[in-house]
């Protein structure tokens, strides 16, 4: 799965549940008719996912019918969110499968940190977060832990099982703590390179890129984060007045990612080396004639080739 989106998925493709906020999902569960309203997937795409993949397997009423509580909903949302972003179906289920797969050792962190997030208990969430640093390292915490629990956060509030002010005190304990990993890292050495790290001009969540700061931090590495929907002449400002710039650019909305090639073009008419992530950039056809090169999408690997940058192009392997 994208390991740089967070929260709400930036490809939600339902309007439903921002015009109905508590959808009915009490007693028998949702006709497929309501999930398919609710999801903004068609009632035979959803019959076809649950043929072909298994996903989800359904209750049925004394008639017969499907019935969607939301558990299936979950499992829904996320499928369709790996789907708009350009998965084939079968891989997209097995992702889902595997994020949700009760058997994996990382799953039981997931659920630590979003038991938590239920109750608003902060103290626990980090808690769960400096547990999983302490035993797995950063990378892997941020990468196995923090991206898919507030993946899980983001579904649950369009099925309406969260509020969002849910995902919004979740985002905003992990972001202090994000804080506090890079605070307490080493200082970078003098005249170190800088990183300027920006999303394009119209996404607007920055999470991932933070956890990238902390990372980047965690390494010895100075890095600039200039914000959601960083405009191209904002990161020409930054990259120009930056020491020995590197230029980051994550974007995850594919209608967007004009835009996104244009900012990543005026860093490189600089001579400012660029790198890119995200969403639209997904697959090898959006890459094409990007200029830069690809971080993948995994956060410690992206780290990791930020990290033994030299100058050459070899250099940048995903």
Known sequence: MPRWGSGRTEVRVSTYADQHRDPPTIGAGLSIKGAADLLGVPAPTLRSWERRYGLPTTGRSVGGHRRYRPAELIQLSLMRDEIAIGRQAADA???????????????ARVHALLAASHRRDSPAIRVVLETANDELGLAA?????VMPAMRQIGAWWETGDCEVDQEHFTTAVVRSWLAKVATLAPAPAAGSRTVVLATGPADSHTLGLEALAALLAEQGLASRLLGPRTSTA????????????????????????????????????LGVPTLYAGNAFLFPASRKNVPGAYLGESLGEAALVISRFDGSPETFVP
């Not at 915490?141 to 832990?145: A, E, I, M, P, W």
Request: hydrophobic letters at 55%; zero cysteines; glycine letters at 4%.
């Open 141 to 145: 915490t941020l990468d196995d832990l």
């Open 93 to 107: 289920a097995r992702r889902v499968r595997g994020m949700l797969d009760e058997s994996n050792p990382g799953v």
């Open 234 to 269: 904002a990161l020409v400002a930054a990259a120009t007045t930056a020491d020995d710039a590197l230029v980051v650019v994550v974007s995850h909305l594919p209608t967007q990612r004009r835009a996104a090639i244009a900012s990543l073009d005026a860093a490189a008419a």
